[in-house]
Every structure is written in C-alpha cells, then in structure tokens.
C-alpha cells in the first residue's frame, strides 16, 4: 500500500467523523471531541507533516 492509497483510505472516515462531530456539537453534545481531534490530528500530521503556522 502506498502513500496515496493510504490518503485516500483515510478521507472518507476523516470525512465522516467530521460531519458527525459538528452534528453532536449542534445538540451541545461534546464528550470525548477534544481525545478523538487529537487522534485525527495526530494522524493527519503523519501523513501531511508538521504545520508551518497554526491555522486561523
């Protein structure tokens, strides 16, 4: 497996999970958010690499 099969593996979970985290937050629903943003960072800077600058 390559890196890019790796990628696009990853963007339909990415995707979803992302999708499903702004749902819970709609109902002020948040537990376990920050672990699981921390999981999916985590994974994307070993695909991607570090940041130049946070974004924002």
Do not use: C, Y
């Not at 890019?4 to 979970?13: F, I, N, S, V």
């Not at 990415?14 to 819970?24: A, D, H, I, M, Q």
């Not at 629903?29 to 999916?40: D, E, F, P, Q, R």
């Amino acid at each position: 497996m390559d890196m890019l099969d790796t990628w696009e593996r990853a963007l339909g979970p990415v995707r979803g999970l992302s999708r499903f985290l702004r749902l819970e937050e709609a109902f002020d629903v948040n537990t376990g958010h920050a672990a699981m943003i921390t999981v999916v960072e985590d994974f994307l800077r070993k695909i991607e690499g570090e940041r130049d600058q946070a974004p924002g």
